[in-house]
């Protein structure tokens, strides 16, 4: 017997009724699938080597404040972005903003690679990763949810996502024992390797939508989201909040506490998020979004609050485990939610609007907290961090009971 449907906002689509519309048995696992996350793969092995960019900041006398800036560039161009990209891929096809993704990736972590002086160019070339970024990650992710039936969204979208996230473990471990081994320049033209890899992926994919033209034209009303999206989209906001302080601030406060490594926190991150999705990729077809989402909001806490108390190498193990699973369980829930809520026409705009809302919550933390870091210690906003999402927690179980 299923549980109960109840834990969900208005609109949520019944897990039972998707259960038995009779597409529960399509399959997912199509070359297309495979093609499109393989491309992730080699995109997001080149973001993910720019988490150890603050230590770069860092060797060439950066501040704290300059790190939070320059990192939070990147999101703040991101916020800006992702809203036109997904209104134009919805109109004009997601294939070539997938390649125009790509493109710009290689070009930014070139520009790193002869970047030898802490100046504009740190601010242009995160820029230019954002706008790359936006265009490349909602394309995709657009068109794997338009190819997945819909009783196996959040499962599809969780498999999906481990193309990224095994990125998150490789890429900054193996890209601190290359940087001791060959320095800076060449471990960012490496990233650049791994973005060029992903436009050759890309190429091979197969757009159904390249040539639809029935979509309106882009205007400033369709980069507004809709309120029926606005659950989710508070939520990826939170998250955003407390993922971002974490990311961003790690490395900097482990070297501040004495831990000259932490590739360890990243594999347990993404060993637990890949576990995760693994195991538990289905509760939300199953069981409703929100029941999975409000679980994961309390982990999120915990694992920003273990960064306070637990700055010790096997701490960094304790508190990557507790956030990878929470991203786990989180990420596919949100988007699945977002998509449930959007019709195909504009599916691209909506998740682009709920990658923004992730990517504010993160840039803001990267201003904010950067300042409140400097002034008060990273504790507190680590502290700050958690109290964010525990409110969120609070507020969503309360409304999902209503």
């Known amino acids: 017997m299923s549980p109960p449907d109840v834990g969900r906002l208005p609109h949520q689509p019944s897990p039972d009724r998707q259960r038995n519309d009779g597409s529960s048995n399509e399959a997912i696992y199509t ?8 491309s992730n793969f080699f995109f997001f092995s080149s973001v993910n080597a720019f988490s150890l960019l603050p230590l770069y900041i860092k060797a060439l006398g950066g501040t704290e404040s300059q790190i939070g800036g320059i990192m939070g560039t990147y999101s703040l161009t991101a916020i800006l972005a992702q809203p036109l990209a997904g209104a134009l891929a919805d109109r004009f096809g997601r294939k070539r ?18 970047s030898s002086r802490l100046d504009f160019r740190f601010f242009l070339l995160r820029l230019v990763q954002g706008v790359g970024f936006s265009a490349f990650y909602i394309s995709n992710l657009t068109i794997v949810a338009d190819m997945v039936p819909e009783s196996r969204r959040g499962e599809a979208v969780g498999l999906f996502g481990i193309s990224g996230l095994i990125t998150i473990a490789l890429s900054p471990a193996l890209g601190e024992q290359f940087i001791q081994v060959a320095g800076f320049p060449p471990f960012f033209l490496a990233a650049a390797a791994a973005a060029a890899a992903a436009l050759f992926v890309s190429l091979a ?14 205007s400033l009303s369709s980069l507004i989201p809709s309120m029926r999206i606005m659950p989710p989209i508070v939520i990826s906001f939170v998250f955003g909040v407390a993922s971002g302080t974490v990311f961003v601030f790690l490395p900097t406060h482990a070297m501040q506490v004495g831990l000259s490594r932490i590739g360890a926190f990243y594999m347990a991150y993404s060993t637990a998020a890949i576990g995760i999705r693994l195991t538990c990729g289905r509760l939300s077809d199953r069981w409703g979004r929100l029941r999975v989402i409000l679980p994961a909001l309390l982990l999120t806490a915990l694992g920003s609050l273990g960064l306070v108390w637990l700055a010790t190498p096997v701490g960094l193990l304790v508190v990557g485990a507790l956030t990878g699973m929470a991203h786990g369980l989180l990420f596919p829930a949100l988007s699945a939610y977002v998509i449930d809520l959007s019709g195909s026409e504009e ?10 809302a992730i990517l504010l919550g993160s840039g803001l933390a990267s201003f904010v907290f950067g300042v409140m870091a400097e002034r008060l210690g990273y504790p507190s906003i680590f502290l700050a961090a958690a109290g964010i999402a525990i409110v969120a927690f609070v507020v969503f179980q309360r409304l999902g009971r209503h």
């Open 31 to 38: 070359s297309r699938f495979f093609i499109a996350s393989l």
């Open 205 to 218: 994919l197969h757009d159904p939508h390249s040539a639809d033209k029935a979509s309106a034209e882009p």
């Open 97 to 114: 903003f997938l390649l125009l993704g790509s493109a710009l990736g290689i070009l930014a972590a070139i520009g790193f690679a002869f």
């Open 347 to 356: 599916r691209a705009q909506a998740l682009g609007a709920f990658s923004t």
